[in-house]
């Protein structure tokens, strides 16, 4: 087992980051530093560069790889930087993960087949091909791939000396079946991950929640507080009731943390939840996110922009 690998399985709190954009389309990095730095002052010990929440799949490869190289160099040392480099194409996840390590990545974040979907022998195969670059979280989200990874395919890869372990979102009763049996797992459900990790043994989480309110999140992950995951459960419901990322962008939008831009096909949540959005971030104290005001914004301060297409 290689000293990155072991390093990476004792992180409490990954954030699946947000990418911020110009009115020209393009990332916009002074924006990306700024939430970065308030991540590193709350506790926060990773990112994930270019996930789902960070629209790895609206970026394109040249944009992914200089964003996953600005981290490392911006943050390299104070952050652990994990690039998404997963695809549903074994060969682009391949060139995409080699790729990711040249650029300084500590570890990869990995994905089976979406789509496309494959057995339980090709997936184990799929992952083996971008697990030889080193360390790898391996990403399960049926409700995103369409196919589970069942406990069956993650032992044969277990010993895999680059395997960190799963960001698991079948829930804690999955969490608790294979943190029995000694694989690491993070939550990848934000309402479920308190208890994932003081009750079903996850190591931490991988979570969206933490680019708004990072310092309460770590505190969830570093000690037993029921009363304030229940303070955080209508946060959590706020910022998922539309498919993720339209939540938290919307959140860092109001925030002004991000310019209020999207790139289609994500658009802004309605009028009526964003005044309750300014609510709860007052009810749950401005002073735990990264600004000191909110706003719910009018419909036509939003912007839609396209994204850049080819390598």
């Not at 360390?135 to 995103?144: H, K």
């Not at 804690?172 to 043994?201: A, P």
């Amino acid at each position: 087992m290689s000293e990155a690998t072991l390093t990476l399985r004792k992180a409490r709190l990954i954030t699946a980051v947000k990418t911020p954009y110009l009115p020209d389309g393009k990332i916009d990095l002074e924006a990306y530093d700024r939430l970065l730095e308030h991540q590193v002052a709350n506790g926060v010990e990773g990112v994930i560069v270019g996930g789902t929440t960070g629209e790895g799949h609206l970026l394109s490869w040249k944009e992914h790889l200089d964003l996953i190289g600005h981290t490392k160099a911006k943050f390299g040392g104070r952050l652990y930087i994990v690039g998404n480099t997963g695809s549903n194409h074994t060969a682009e996840m391949v060139w995409a993960t080699e790729k990711g390590f040249a650029v300084g990545m500590d570890a990869s974040l990995l994905i089976n087949p979406y789509y496309g979907k494959t057995s339980d022998s090709g997936i184990v195969m799929h992952l083996e091909h971008a697990l030889r670059f080193g360390p790898a979280f391996i990403y399960n989200v049926p409700g995103r791939t369409g196919q589970d990874i069942k406990p069956s395919v993650i032992m044969k890869i277990k010993d895999n000396p680059n395997f960190i372990g799963v960001k698991e979102c079948m829930g804690n009763e999955r969490i608790k079946e294979l943190s029995d049996v000694g694989i690491c797992c993070w939550s990848g459900n934000d309402d479920q991950m308190h208890q994932s990790r003081h009750k079903c043994g996850a190591v931490g989480v991988i979570s969206v929640t933490s680019n708004v309110v990072p310092g309460l999140v770590k505190r969830l992950m570093t000690q037993e507080d029921e009363a304030l995951d229940a303070k955080l459960q209508p946060l959590y419901k706020w910022l998922f009731t539309d498919p993720n990322p339209i939540g938290v962008n919307t959140m860092l939008m109001m925030l002004g943390v991000a310019k209020p831009i999207f790139r289609l096909p994500y658009t802004f949540v309605p009028r009526d939840r964003r005044l309750e959005g300014v609510e709860l971030v007052k009810s749950l104290g401005r002073e735990n996110f990264p600004a000191s005001g909110t706003t719910a914004l009018e419909d036509a301060d939003f912007q839609h922009v396209l994204g850049e297409m080819g390598h």
